[in-house]
């Protein structure tokens, strides 16, 4: 095993630990996400075209971005909507202040201010780019009612960053905020998805891994009866780049390993020939107040 290898798994168990020990609500923790990205997910790598599309089922997210900006992908634009939806919906509001140092924000996402072309400044504004010029469209078919609905969302309507990309740690005279669309704000408050910030922090290396994390932890919160979901229906949701269902299945059960050290007490199990089997278990953040959850 490579060093990095070694030190990415000890940071892991580190970070299970942490959540063992004491509750998200009470470490000051808690996190939330978007429904909608959790239903069907963002691309994880560098799309080839400006537009992305995802099933679940009956439902369909479609993600469009100007030729020029191109769309988001990979764990950053996940641990900025993470933070924005926590955000909104623990102030109950679309406007949202990100403070008046880069640095400090970008702290919160557990991310050094480093500059140059690979650094994780020029990674963050490049993303938030991306995420913000993105149009998100959800469908939902059911033919066997006759119903077919169709929202559109703009994650912010306005955006407004005085940070100087070459001063991080410089305070600014104003305030740097994001007012969140209203249609996706409403989203969030309507539908939270609780997570443990934590836990968002420790799988950043794999926005894979985030994704199977965010959606065993909404699944839990309605489960009532184990459930098997075939691979080819998981791969629609998951996964879009890879050249074989087989290929896919290797790299999920890969990155669930890892989603199951911070989220140990999830029950699920894989059917040879078949796909997974989800049953019902404590959720991740065992929050009484969402177990509302759709």
């Keep these: 095993m490579k060093p990095s290898d070694i030190q990415r798994t000890n940071r892991l168990a580190d970070r299970a630990l942490e959540i063992e020990w004491e509750h998200a609500e009470h470490a000051g923790a808690m996190a939330y996400f978007a429904r909608i990205l959790v239903l069907a997910t963002m691309p994880h790598s560098r799309p080839k075209t400006s537009q992305f599309q995802r099933t679940n089922g009956k439902f369909t997210m479609t993600m469009v971005a100007p030729d020029a900006v191109g769309l988001p992908f990979g764990s950053i634009p996940r ?3 993470a933070w924005l939806s926590t955000e909104a919906v623990q102030t109950r509001s679309r406007r949202l202040e990100l403070g008046q140092s880069l640095s400090a924000f970008m702290r919160q996402l557990d991310m050094a201010p480093t500059g140059g072309q690979r650094g994780d400044i020029t990674r963050l504004r490049n993303q938030m780019n991306r995420l913000f010029a993105s149009t998100i469209s959800c469908s939902y078919s059911d033919k066997d009612v006759g119903y077919d609905g169709r929202r559109s969302f703009l994650i912010a309507d306005k955006i407004d960053l005085w940070w100087d990309t070459r001063r991080p740690d410089e305070q600014t ?3 740097s905020t994001i007012t969140l669309g209203e249609r996706f704000y409403q989203e ?3 539908h939270p998805v609780p997570l443990d910030m934590r836990a968002l922090k420790a799988l950043k290396q794999s926005p894979l891994a985030l994704d ?7 699944r839990m919160h309605s489960l009532d009866q184990p459930v098997v979901i075939p691979w080819a229906v998981i791969e629609a949701q998951f996964g879009s780049s890879y050249s074989a269902t087989w290929d896919f299945r290797c790299k999920f059960l890969e990155r669930l390993k890892a989603v199951q ?3 140990p007490k999830v029950r699920i199990a894989e059917v040879p020939g078949r796909g997974l089997k989800l049953s019902p ?14």
Aim: aromatic share 16%; net charge negative.
């Design 281 to 294: 278990s404590l959720t991740s953040v065992p929050s009484p107040a969402h177990r509302h959850l759709p």
């Design 212 to 218: 199977i994390y965010a959606w065993l932890t909404y």
């Design 261 to 263: 050290v911070v989220y």
């Design 79 to 81: 641990l900025v909507l």
């Design 173 to 175: 005279l104003w305030e």
């Design 188 to 190: 969030l408050i309507d």
